[in-house]
């Protein structure tokens, strides 16, 4: 983006403060033009033939620093690159680095099969909804172009998710891409042997491509700037993946590299970027070494600048961090994941149904409500106002307090005595050091709960209804 | 003499022909062309010269480019052609024969103007005190590993003792049964098996809530500590703010001159107590804070203003959330520090500690399989809890961590690894990955 403040991008809207594109303000508008909450084209005035220079200067001058490119058709598009800061904290990274998980064209193809569809099915639950990954990478490695495209069908038949076609061998890319032209794969790769070859069938086909430059970022450049020359953009590049020692190091170096230049304004090399933390299966024997390796390398690469990556491990031990840590990198650090402090009724509570504590921080309120739903068990669940703070952190910073809590129940108009049988509050077992100071407040009965809400229905068998006093 | 042709005789004589190109056409020497009427050319030939003079032209400017001279400028600019051609354009677009030549080239950062303060911790018996070895943390220049500035330390590993046995996730605890009932064997394992760089002896006993042992007592632990290795240590208390004082000032005390790390001084206890013990026996303070920033200046000012203490003896901790429990926040939280201190807010130049350990309380950690039937198969999770630690701490050196507070072994060992991988010490045999493609894996 050139430019950063409302201001600079107020000066080329219609100042009719219309309300069309839902502010109320030309300037909210502009706004969010550049946080990149609202796009361009929510402006409906500006669309006017009238407009039409404005338009495309202020659409220039929006344009994120990194392109943007997309692999796939429909629904399941994935949109890589497209950022403009190399911390987060500045505006927030978009577009999710796209994980994608291989098979070969030698595998048996019930194999083949099974392994897309676990691929495909694989999900965890998080704040609300579900993580899950992205793409098929088919790597050819029976150099044969028949039995390549054979896979790639069978791939393109079992799953809608975006497919990068792997091989340095235009005659076996060309025969996959026969048989998924329509799915908008992304060619894996051109490197300065075959590049020549490997561009004609990105022109042809019109599919984007990965360029291949194991650690040399001026032959990269070069590529990028040839492809571009040649009428394509749609490029990703990979300046190579190096699993280990010393070279590892040096593709760090070159990651921060390549996305300085690009964010820093040159274009030629301002695009999205791979990294292949698959390499790790080259470097070590034992399953469990490469597969803790390859995460090692994924996470590392999903923090600095990695918008794209071909995997290889299905384990749920590699799966599970490398989706958290995507997470976290892509979340808007600039709002707290938090809900509305207050009650909520899980499933159809009564006067006999238990009265749980937790905080309004999202995480940790979506995990103790999934935990109490899944289980079918009826309660009034509070959410604290912790300013979005976990249970024990709370604890220890003294934003969860008796005082909260009491407050908190009372807000809401709640009487633990009239609307409750029993008169007791279950507090979160990480805040069990609360129990007494509860008491006192709120003159209820205080239990406490397990400190993981997976162990509620457990602890409920155990202990509710609660025996009277 | 040489016979002249005009173009427009050409064209007559070719005009019944369907010429589509022109083969054979040589240009030497000198180039005069004199073009005139080009509207009375026959539409074939004037195609195929225009493409061979077009051809011709980019050759040339092949040429100029390799001299140096920026012939795409003066293309852009005699066509009008603002911008790159846009992708519609592409049928037009010239088919190249050779690779345009190009350098890569980035400037380092300019605004990294203010090194991170060093901090040593330990003191061997040349400074007062028993270590065999010091640990010094801080002195950077630029974000961890980057290639604006030399990484003047690595990364360390502080492993967690506790004075009691205390609840942990079955894969950790697995490794300390032995152990258990006695934190100076579980020091000196942690160290001699686990290659722990320094071990955080946790004082917990002393809570109120827990058994209440008294500061006297506790600090007795310190000692033998002391006495089991020889490495630097982090004593930490039980997380009481109202006991907190009275014991990490007892340990102060029995450790004198060690130059250990006190954890913590925080905003909701009496820091000034804790600071003051220091400063009276020779250590460093742990600066803890809990994911704010400007709280984290703030009591980094009131140590430094009020309490005196020196810059090199503050390690801040802003605090560690685990993957998938806050890290999103503990991340940017550090990234942020780390970032203001090399830019030159000196309130905020010192070293950073990560309290890694917490990553064992994320539920995928330890937890046998998911509580949520729509979840996927988590797999074993003696697998997936040292990776959650793993990865936990890796985010935050990435951020700028330089000191870890960790349990497990195998944790411990792939993040000194990692780190020390992209600091630049791991030699290793160099990978072909070039036919990555083709690996069976």
């Not at chain 1, 943007?68 to 577009?95: C, M, Q, S, W």
């Not at chain 1, 599970?320 to 009650?343: A, F, Q, S």
């Not at chain 2, 400037?107 to 028993?130: F, H, R, Y």
Request: proline share 5%.
């Amino acid at each position: 983006m050139k430019i950063n403040s409302p201001l600079e991008a107020y000066k080329f809207l219609p100042a009719t403060n219309c309300g069309e594109c839902g502010e109320a303000t030309c300037m909210a508008f502009a706004a969010h033009l550049i946080d990149r909450s609202h796009k361009l084209t929510d402006c409906k005035p500006i669309l006017d033939a009238k407009f039409k220079k404005k338009y495309e200067e202020l659409d220039a001058l929006l344009a994120p620093e990194i392109r943007e490119v997309e692999i796939g058709v429909g629904d399941k598009i994935a949109k890589i690159g497209g950022d403009d800061v190399p911390y987060r904290h500045k505006l927030t990274f978009f577009n999710e680095t796209q994980y994608a998980y291989d098979v070969t064209d030698s595998m048996d193809e019930k194999d083949l099969v099974e392994r897309v569809k676990y691929i495909q099915d694989f999900k965890k639950f998080y704040v609300g909804n579900f993580l899950t990954v992205d793409m098929i990478a088919v790597r050819c490695t029976s150099g044969d172009p028949a039995k390549f495209a054979a896979a790639v069908k069978k791939v393109v038949e079992t799953t809608d998710l975006p497919i990068i076609l792997c091989s340095f061998d235009p005659a076996v890319l060309k025969a996959g891409l026969e048989v998924s032209k329509d799915r908008n794969p992304l060619l894996y790769a051109a490197t300065k042997d075959n590049w020549k070859e490997v561009a004609d069938l990105v022109l042809e086909y019109d599919v984007p491509v990965t360029l291949f430059a194991p650690n040399d970022l001026d032959m990269l450049k070069t590529l990028a700037k040839t492809f571009a020359e040649m009428g394509t953009e749609k490029l990703v590049l990979d300046p190579g993946t190096f699993p280990t020692g010393k070279q590892l190091k040096q593709t760090f170096t070159n990651f921060i590299k390549v996305r300085r230049a690009g964010l820093d304004g040159d274009r030629e090399i301002a695009y999205p970027i791979m990294a292949v933390p698959l390499t790790a299966w080259m470097a070590h024997d034992d399953p469990v070494s490469a597969s803790y390796w390859e995460t090692v390398v994924a996470s590392v690469f999903t923090i600095k600048y990695g918008d794209i990556m071909i995997l290889h491990s299905t384990e749920p031990y590699a799966m599970l961090p490398e989706l958290h840590i995507r997470d976290t990198i892509y979340t808007d650090p600039r709002k707290p994941v938090t809900v509305d402090p207050g009650m909520y009724k899980v499933g159809e509570p009564t006067a006999d149904s238990p009265v749980l504590v937790t905080t309004n921080f999202a995480l940790t309120y979506y995990t103790v409500e999934s935990d109490i739903a899944s289980n079918k068990i009826d309660c009034f669940l509070w959410a604290i106002d912790t300013d979005g703070i976990g249970v024990e952190a709370a604890v220890a910073g003294g934003q969860l307090t008796a005082e909260k809590i009491k407050k908190g129940i009372e807000d809401a108009g709640f009487d633990l005595k009239k609307d409750t049988s029993h008169n007791t509050v279950v507090i979160p077992g990480l805040a069990a050091r609360l129990q007494g100071d509860v008491e006192d407040a709120t003159g209820a009965n205080v239990m406490v709960g397990p400190a993981d809400s997976g162990r509620i229905p457990g602890w409920m068998e155990k202990n509710w209804p609660p025996q009277k006093k | 003499m040489t016979k002249k042709m005009k173009l427009s005789q050409l064209s007559d004589m070719l005009q019944d022909l369907d010429v589509e190109s022109l083969e054979g056409v040589t240009i030497e020497g000198d180039i005069e062309l004199n073009i005139s009427g080009g509207g009375g050319l026959n539409p074939a030939l004037a195609y195929a010269l225009g493409n061979e003079i077009s051809q011709i032209s980019l050759h040339m400017a092949n040429i100029g480019r390799m001299l140096g001279f920026p012939a795409e400028q003066l293309f852009a600019s005699a066509f009008g052609m603002a911008e790159a051609p846009q992708a519609g354009a592409l049928p037009t677009s010239p088919k190249i024969q050779e690779l345009l030549a190009s350098k890569f080239e980035v400037s380092k950062v300019d605004n990294w103007k203010n090194p991170i303060q060093e901090v040593t911790l330990g003191a061997t018996s040349g400074d007062g005190g028993t270590r065999k070895s010091t640990v010094t943390i801080g002195g950077e220049n630029a974000l961890p590993y980057y290639f604006d500035a030399e990484m003047p330390h690595r990364n360390y590993v502080t492993m967690d003792v506790f004075d009691m046995p205390i609840g942990m996730a079955k894969a950790v605890k697995g490794n300390y049964e032995d152990v258990i009932n006695d934190p100076a064997e579980w020091a000196k394992k942690v160290v001699r098996d686990f290659n722990a760089d320094m071990v955080t002896i946790h004082l917990i006993s002393t809570d109120p809530l827990i058994s209440d042992t008294p500061a006297k007592e506790a600090a007795k632990v310190v000692e033998d500590v002391l006495q089991a290795v020889d490495v630097p240590i982090v004593i930490g208390g039980s997380g009481n703010p109202e006991k907190d004082p009275e014991v990490l000032e007892k340990a102060a005390e029995v450790a004198e001159g060690e130059r250990v790390l006190l954890a913590s001084a925080s905003l909701n206890l009496d820091y000034e107590r804790i600071a003051k013990a220091a400063m009276d026996y020779g250590h460093n303070v742990l600066s803890w804070t809990q994911l704010e920033i400007n709280a984290q200046k703030e009591l980094n000012r009131k140590l430094m203003k009020q309490c005196n203490v020196p810059r090199d003896r503050i390690v801040m901790d802003p605090t560690t959330a685990a993957l998938g429990y806050g890290l999103d926040y503990a991340y940017t939280n550090m990234e942020r520090i780390r970032l203001a201190g090399l830019m030159g807010d000196d309130e905020l130049t010192f070293p950073m500690s990560s309290g890694t350990t917490n990553a064992w309380g994320a539920r995928e950690a330890w937890m046998v399989s998911s509580p949520l039937n729509q979840d996927s198969d988590w797999g074993p999770r003696e697998y997936r809890g040292p990776i959650w630690e793993i990865v936990t701490g890796l985010a935050l050196s990435l951020a700028g961590n330089d000191m870890f507070m960790m349990m497990h072994p195998t944790s411990v060992q792939v993040l000194k690894e990692i780190t020390q991988t992209l600091y630049g010490s791991i030699e290793s045999e160099e990978i072909d990955i070039t036919n990555w493609v083709g690996a069976e894996v």
